[in-house]
């Protein structure tokens, strides 16, 4: 549907989109109705009286009584590589090594 409307294939912020009004109105548009879910539901867990468990969550999710479970936080650290300039990189070793010097005699023990 988004890329019917133009968005293309891939976009930034789907949930914002998802939430929009318009969005929602297009969805009663081709027949995705709020009347047509809960119908849907509740023949579905009248017709399995005795496995309707998922139903049932589904249902609760939609009337806002449980939230749904959001994917776990990544563990995952990212690494990048930055490409400095020869000048950049002179400076950060002379910075680097005024660290070292530091660390191996501390202001209040260099000698002068």
Do not use: H
Not at 14 to 41: D, H, M
Not at 48 to 54: A, G, L, N, S, T
Not at 61 to 74: D, F
Not at 82 to 101: A, G
């Amino acid at each position: 549907m988004l890329v019917n409307v133009g968005y293309g294939t891939i976009v930034q912020d789907p949930k914002r989109i998802i939430e929009s009004v318009g969005f929602k109105q297009s969805l009663t548009e081709y027949g995705l109705t709020e009347e047509l879910i809960t119908t849907a539901l509740v023949t579905d867990i009248k017709g399995k009286p005795e496995k309707r468990v998922q139903e049932l969550k589904l249902g609760a999710e939609i009337l806002g009584m449980v939230k749904r479970e959001e994917a776990p936080k990544s563990d995952v650290k990212n690494t990048y590589n930055f490409l400095f300039s020869p000048e950049v990189q002179e400076r950060v070793k002379v910075v680097n090594e005024d660290i070292k010097k530091m660390l191996i005699n501390p202001p209040d023990v260099q000698e002068t």
